[in-house]
């Protein structure tokens, strides 16, 4: 993630109806934040496959979670 303050105010071409200018300019890369997911979901110690593994909490609230996707 990059945060980047821009030389002046810029105009930006929104959805909402009405102009709009921005002061900062702040870039996302996909594949970085694909990578880091993995990263924090595969680690093999601290990781959140391994803590789900472990804590019976935190496969309550996945249980949880999958019901309420798979219900919608």
Known sequence: ???EKLPSAQPVITL???PMSVNYLFT???EKMVQDIYE???RP???YLD???KDNNLQSKFDTAIGHIYSS
Do not use: A, E, W
């Open 40 to 42: 924090s979901v595969n």
């Open 28 to 30: 996302i890369s996909l």
């Open 45 to 47: 110690s601290d990781g």
């Open 16 to 18: 909402i109806p009405y």
């Open 1 to 3: 993630m990059l945060l």
């Open 51 to 53: 803590k789900l593994k």
